[in-house]
């Protein structure tokens, strides 16, 4: 089994509907003594090129939760900040932490960690895919509706690293997907051919409304991704037809649910 966790399709359905299943019963079992010792003696270096709320505060209390604990470094904290290597960093952290968590610009960031530490190491966010955030939004997918397969998600906006696992995940799952983006903002050609080769059922569209139509889900995400902020203008203006708001929603299903990764610019107005 790959130990790692860099790409949502580095693990299979049966994978993640485990993964699920544990994160389940973890959450109800939140105050047990037991659960509260899983990871005692295990320490995780969580390295954050960008900044982070969400994924650092869950990463950092999921640790202390179960019985471990996180240690936070940012690359100016690091010599990986000051040139020190990707594989010299990967190594001499694995002598000391069980397991790494990066949140990086560049996706073969990551994955050069992955080659070279000894110990598994978890994608927290590339310019590629954000894994954790998708197995989340899977979780809140099937509390809501009690399944995944056969439900029908639209992803509305920037085709981005979020995006991409989304599309990765439905393949997997045996979910539909239909993507609505601006043209030029669309998801990679990679991650689509490699969703169909996962026997997915993506549908790419111009039309918001039409990837919302009778959709159990839609997701979003920023326009600006981090790392996009030079475009910000230019992605202002070619995603003004893509807001997700109560219009669109009325053209998918009455008991759909709309996931947001967060941050929100609440207040823009275009
Ligand atoms: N697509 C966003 C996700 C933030 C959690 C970004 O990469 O900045």
Redo the contacts with the bound molecule.
């Keep these: 089994m790959n130990p790692n966790l860099i790409s949502i399709a580095d693990l299979s359905s049966e994978e993640i509907r485990a993964v699920l299943d544990r994160a389940d019963e973890l959450k109800v079992r939140r105050d047990d003594p037991a659960a509260r010792s899983i990871l005692a003696g295990k320490s995780l270096a969580a390295i954050f090129e960008k900044p982070s709320t969400r994924t650092r505060v869950s990463l950092e209390v999921a640790m202390t939760d179960l019985g471990g604990h996180a240690l936070y470094l940012n690359s100016g904290d690091l010599q990986l900040g000051r040139g020190e290597t990707i594989a010299d960093t990967a190594r001499v952290l694995s002598r000391f932490v069980s397991g790494i968590a990066a949140r990086v610009y560049d996706h073969n960031t990551v994955e050069e960690l992955a080659r070279t530490a000894t110990v598994p190491v978890i994608n927290s ?1 590339s310019n590629a895919e ?1 894994p954790c ?1 998708i197995l989340a939004d899977l979780m809140t997918m099937r509390e809501r509706f009690g399944r995944l397969a056969g439900l029908k998600v639209a992803w509305v906006g920037d085709g ?3 995006c991409n696992s989304t599309i990765l995940a439905c393949a997997l799952m045996g979910m539909d997907i239909a993507v609505a983006s601006p043209p030029g903002f669309g998801p990679d050609r990679k991650i689509l051919d490699q969703a169909d080769r996962l026997g997915g059922r993506t549908v790419v569209v111009a039309d918001p409304v039409e990837a919302v139509r009778g959709a159990d889900v839609v997701e979003t ?2 326009w600006v ?2 790392g996009d902020e030079a475009e910000a203008a230019k992605r202002a203006e070619a995603f003004r037809r893509y807001q997700v708001n109560s219009g669109l929603l009325r053209h998918a299903k009455s008991d759909v649910i709309v996931l947001h ?3 929100a610019h609440r207040g823009m107005i275009f």
């Design positions: 966010l954000h955030q981005n690293n979020v995400d920023t991704s981090m990764c967060l941050p």
